[in-house]
């Protein structure tokens, strides 16, 4: 079994966090468009609020994506993991958890304010963060499901939203509910996907037999052998 860790792309290719502001909260959490937001770290990433004030009440829905070519794996994906950098110095409430997406136009185009509504229902992972839960400080992992690995297979990519339970179940929010993300521009603690798949096995020709057309060496599946000869 080999492991592969993939980042998504730095730029908005890769991900991004989409906010709306409305003082309607029917008309915020159905919105077809919202703003881009510019920064890479943001404490109000996934966000389902009510800020109340002189003038009134404002909602804001603040939805945080990301996609990950998985093009370079080339053999059958079992298990994967995102993880991501919390941020922030304060979580906030509500539940963060990651679902399916078509965002980024589903091929790796730059996250547009009308992908705010490129979201589903369907949950990528089991896991679940809360305001006591998330690491603002360290890596959170979202280990996906049946449904996502069977995706990632079919697509050759991973197209996620993290979205806060208020967004998902359309629940008017009572006060502010948000958890931070920092999504990183350099280093290892970038958003990333690891990935766990089936070995490539021997990649060279054998006897002018190119490696692409052998499927197995003396009845050993190609994915099996490291070596052959004592040749790598």
């Known amino acids: 079994m080999a492991t592969t860790t993939i980042y998504a792309a730095t730029s908005t290719n890769g ?17 077809t468009s919202g703003t881009v937001q510019s920064a890479s770290s943001n404490n109000f990433a996934v966000r389902a609020g009510a800020i109340t004030g002189r003038g009134g009440t404002e909602y804001r829905v603040w939805r945080s994506f990301a996609y990950f070519d998985l093009s370079t794996i080339t053999t059958t994906i079992t298990a994967a993991t995102v993880k991501v950098h919390g941020a922030g110095s304060v979580n906030n409430g509500g539940t963060m958890k990651m679902y399916e997406s078509t965002a980024f136009n589903d091929n790796g185009t730059a996250l547009a304010g009308t ?20 690491n603002k400080s360290g890596l959170n992992s979202f280990a996906l499901n049946a449904v996502a690995i069977t995706d990632a297979n079919l697509n050759d990519y991973l197209n996620v939203c993290f979205r806060n339970n208020l967004d998902v179940d359309e629940e008017e929010p ?13 280093g290892t603690n970038r958003i990333q996907i690891v990935v766990e798949h089936d070995n490539p096995g021997y990649g060279n020709n054998v006897n002018d037999v190119t490696a692409s057309n052998i499927v197995k060496v003396n009845d050993v599946a190609t994915a099996s052998i490291t070596k052959l000869n004592d040749v790598s």
């Not at 991900?15 to 919105?31: C, E, F, K, L, M």
């Not at 992908?115 to 998330?134: H, K, Q, R």
């Not at 009572?174 to 993300?181: A, C, K, S, T």
């Open 15 to 31: 991900r991004g966090i989409i906010a709306v502001s409305n003082t309607d909260w029917d008309d915020a959490v159905t919105a």
């Open 174 to 186: 009572e006060d502010d509910n948000y958890l931070g993300i920092n999504f990183f521009s350099s």
């Open 115 to 134: 992908d705010f509504d490129e979201v589903t229902s369907t949950l990528y992972s089991a896991a679940s963060f809360n305001e006591l839960t998330w």
